[in-house]
């Protein structure tokens, strides 16, 4: 079974402050993908990013970057310089490797920037 | 040209009722799911079908039953709808055996009054 722990219930930061949420993840798969998705106050569900257990690099993506550490089971995602347009829900899924794509989603962090 | 659409949006009825949810995806997938999202932003799927075969289906009253005529469409009706159904149900698509993402519905607002 997984288990995400998304601690962060909320942050606030205002614009262009950089801002860092936190995901643990627990799983028995030896092999998995971390998602992350955005759900902004529109209310549908962005796709972020998707990485797997074997690529520990960190990942760059304009102003967002993600850092995997399998060592301590976190997938943390950075947003630097933030912008209103990124208050949303953002949640972290880890999902195994192989099998039915059974997505089991953290409780997820809501950031509001402020102007 | 959505991807995978959702009817209806938002969905109000009365306990006791009877309501049906519909899902089509237009990007040739081979598998759907459906997601529930409570108040408190909690989202924890419910059923999934590939093929037409129900894969995935967690703890979930009777009262609620997904149908899947065909690949590309995955149902969700839901019997004698009690005060806890109101939520966001998210309806989702992804192609087995791919790394690709789950592509998610903008999902249904269900209120039971």
């Known amino acids: 079974a997984q288990k995400v722990t998304q601690a962060q219930t909320e942050i606030s930061v205002v614009e262009k402050e950089d801002v860092t949420l936190d995901c643990v993840y627990e799983t028995r798969d030896t092999t998995y993908y971390l998602f992350w998705y955005k759900q902004p106050p529109s209310g549908e569900l962005v796709f972020l990013i998707r990485?797997?257990?074997?690529?520990?690099q960190n990942e760059i993506s304009g102003r967002y970057s993600w850092n995997f550490q399998k060592s301590t089971s976190s997938f943390n995602f950075t947003i630097t310089a933030s912008q209103v347009v990124d208050s949303a829900v953002y949640f972290c899924?880890?999902?195994?490797?192989?099998?039915?794509?059974?997505?089991?989603f953290g409780t997820g962090t809501r950031l509001l920037v402020s102007p | 040209d959505t991807a995978v659409s959702q009817t209806p949006k938002y969905l109000v009825t009365q306990m006791g009722n009877d309501k049906s949810i519909k899902c089509e995806q237009n990007?040739?997938?081979?598998?759907m799911y459906w997601y529930k999202q409570d108040s408190k932003k909690f989202l924890k799927i419910m059923f999934s079908y590939n093929n037409k075969e129900l894969i995935i289906n967690e703890t979930v009253p009777n009262r609620f039953s997904p149908k899947s005529p065909d690949k590309a469409h995955l149902n969700l009706h839901i019997n004698s709808l009690e005060l806890g159904d109101s939520a966001v149900y998210f309806c989702?698509?992804?192609?087995?055996?791919?790394?690709?993402?789950?592509?998610f519905g903008d999902g249904t607002r269900l209120s039971i009054l």
């Open positions: 899924a880890p999902r195994p490797y192989t099998g039915f794509q059974k997505l089991v």
């Open positions: 990007l040739g997938h081979d598998t």
């Open positions: 989702a698509s992804s192609q087995a055996g791919t790394v690709q993402p789950q592509h």
């Open positions: 990485r797997n257990s074997f690529d520990e």
